[in-house]
């Protein structure tokens, strides 16, 4: 036996979209509050991208790889695997904003 859905994909489809793109800008602001912070040119460089199923959380400069990988660094404000940790501590939050915004989209 088996049940049909009657909801149109579309919808549901551009709401996780936009629960992921509201996902990845509270992942970045975590991000963003542990990075290493010397000049704050890294923390300035965050940004968000989110198109169909996927989104993602960045920072761009020469240093940005360098910062997150090197766990030898000492930062006095700050932390390396600022992204990876900020993902870490949201990801629950995660799930519950995509999951809000499908819903409000099948009301």
Do not use: W
């Not at 965050?46 to 989104?55: C, D, I, R």
């Amino acid at each position: 036996m088996s049940t049909a859905l009657n909801f149109p994909l579309g919808p549901i489809r551009s709401a996780i979209t936009e629960g992921l793109h509201d996902a990845a800008e509270v992942i970045k602001q975590e991000a963003i509050e542990r990075a290493p912070k010397d000049t704050g040119y890294l923390r300035n460089t965050a940004a968000t991208a989110a198109e169909g199923l996927e989104a993602a959380v960045g920072f761009d400069g020469p240093y940005a790889v360098i910062q997150h990988e090197e766990v030898g660094f000492h930062h006095q404000d700050g932390e390396a695997k600022y992204l990876e940790n900020a993902c870490i501590a949201k990801k629950e939050v995660v799930g519950q904003i995509v999951a809000e915004a499908i819903r409000r989209s099948i009301g």
